[in-house]
Every structure is written in structure tokens, then in C-alpha cells.
């Protein structure tokens, strides 16, 4: 499809744009998918490690983890299906987030599309440190969790629910690690300054802490500041980027106003 420069597009051209955009997307998560079909042993064995673990002392001689189960005749094979698109999903972070950069980008001039597409370039590996961070939280947050639990009582848990639990904190902290890029993007369109993305920073500050507090499933503050220490740094980081942007866009227009040549009046 062809894109013009700056220019606007109609509706239909947005909508088949976006249609072309998730397609490719959901593309590449199936292709990554396949990865994880294939290496489906190795990942289940990963993504139990931070809870089985904790009670190594407890596990059966075969080094089965006795503390999850999986329920069900279709259960094993919903389980598999479920990891590989996990896996497809993380592993594609590079594909849909750059479908979702292009998907944007067509309404930047030339230069700021190249910025843009750099940018794209930098989500991935946020996201995979936003990830990755979550996953090394996982034993801390699961032991706090099963802390909880009666002394006199055991805790069986069934895989497909401690799945979900992983999904959503790593998914969730992935995500949060990009989000700061998307008010870098609004500034290249014009629709926000940098100094109004870094003027309520102490709102933001408070919103980062806030969303640790939220999502993060430990109630201690240790843990909490580490994951908002991070959230903050990429924060003033693109605020930062946008205020020089700023500053490049009004030098731009200043030389241009200075290189426009004046009209001399006509002798009458």
C-alpha cells in the first residue's frame, strides 16, 4: 500500500492498513508459536523451576514437582497449546511491535519515521528486560504468596491457574516497559511537548510506584521500588527525548523562516 508523506489517509485505507498490520503480526506469534510446540518440555521444565523449587525438600524421587498438577483429559493438550502461544507471543515481541510502530508511522514526515522506526528497535529489548524482570521476580512472589498457607494444610496448585498467574505478570511488566515510548510517539505527531510529558513528573513517579503496588503479587516495598526504579528511568528518558526533539523541530523552523527569501517592493 502506498503511503503518502504527511499526508492524511480515509478511513478505509486505515482500516485495511491495520487489517494488514494484525495479520502480519498474528503471523509472525504463530511462526514463534511452532518454536514453542517443539520445545515444550524444556519451557514447562523453565517456567515451573521458580515455584518447584521452593519445595525441592517436598518433591517426589522421579524430580516431578507433586505441588502442581494438571487437570483433565484435554488438560495436558489445552496446556501445550497455551505455552506455545505464550512462547510465540514473547519471542514476536520484535515483529508486532514494529507492526504496531508502521501502523503509526505512515502520518510522520520522512525523518521522524526513521526515528520512529530506531525507536521500534529499542521497545523489544524493554520488553524483554520488562520480562525478564518478572520472571526473576516469580520465586520471590510465589513464595510470599504460598506463605499464606495453613501450616496444618497443603497447596496443590494446578498448572494452568499458576500459568495464567506467570502470563499475566510478564506480559503485564513487558508492556509497562514500552509504554513510556508511545508518549514519544505522540510528540513526534505533534500531539504532545516534552515538557508536558516531564511537567506532572511527580504524578508519574507516584503512577509508576502505583502500578508496582498493583500488579506486582508481593507486599513487600523492597521489591516494589525495584520494579519502579526502572519504570521511572524510562520515563525521564523519553521525556528527556522529546524535549530535544522539541528543540530540533523549533532550530528547524527557525532556519527555515531565515533562509525564506523576502520580496523587495515594486517601484511604483
Known amino acids: 500500500m502506498s503511503k503518502k508523506r504527511g499526508g492524511k489517509m480515509p478511513l478505509l485505507d486505515h482500516i485495511k ?3 494488514s498490520r494484525l495479520l502480519k503480526a498474528i503471523l509472525g506469534i504463530f511462526l514463534f508459536a511452532i518454536i514453542g510446540w517443539f520445545f515444550y518440555q524444556e519451557i514447562v521444565r523453565l517456567l515451573t523451576m521458580p515455584f518447584c523449587d521452593l519445595g525441592a525438600a517436598n518433591q517426589p524421587s522421579e524430580g516431578q514437582c507433586g ?4 487437570n483433565g483429559i484435554l488438560g495436558p ?5 497455551k505455552i506455545s502461544l505464550l512462547t510465540g ?7 508486532w511491535i514494529y507492526q504496531l510502530w508502521s501502523f503509526v508511522t505512515p502520518a510522520l514526515h520522512k525523518k521522524e519515521r526513521k526515528i520512529a522506526l530506531f525507536f521500534a528497535s529499542i521497545a523489544t529489548p524493554l520488553f524483554g528486560t520488562g520480562a525478564l524482570l518478572a520472571y526473576l521476580l516469580l520465586p520471590h512472589a510465589v513464595d510470599v504468596l504460598l506463605g499464606f498457607t495453613p501450616d496444618n494444610l497443603g497447596n496443590l496448585v494446578r498448572f494452568d491457574e499458576y500459568l495464567d498467574f506467570v502470563l499475566r505478570l510478564i506480559l503485564i511488566f513487558g508492556l509497562a516497559f514500552v509504554l513510556p515510548l508511545f508518549l514519544v510517539a505522540l510528540n513526534l505527531l505533534g500531539v504532545i511537548s516534552g515538557k508536558s510529558i516531564l511537567k506532572p513528573w511527580r504524578i508519574a513517579v507516584f503512577m509508576c510506584f502505583l502500578f508496582t503496588a498493583t500488579f506486582t503479587p508481593t507486599p513487600d516495598p523492597i521489591t516494589m521500588t525495584l520494579l519502579a526504579i526502572p519504570l521511572c528511568l524510562i520515563y525521564f528518558a523519553s521525556g528527556l527525548f522529546a524535549v530535544l526533539m522539541d528543540k530540533r523541530k523549533s532550530k528547524g523552523q527557525k532556519t527555515d523562516i531565515g533562509a525564506t527569501p ?7
Request: glycine share 0%; charged share 25%.
Open 89 to 95: 507471543v514473547i519471542l514476536s515481541a520484535p515483529v
Open 17 to 19: 492498513e491495520f487489517r
Open 262 to 268: 523576502i520580496d523587495k517592493p515594486e517601484n511604483i
Open 67 to 70: 505441588d502442581l498438577y494438571v
Open 77 to 81: 493438550f489445552n496446556l501445550q497449546v
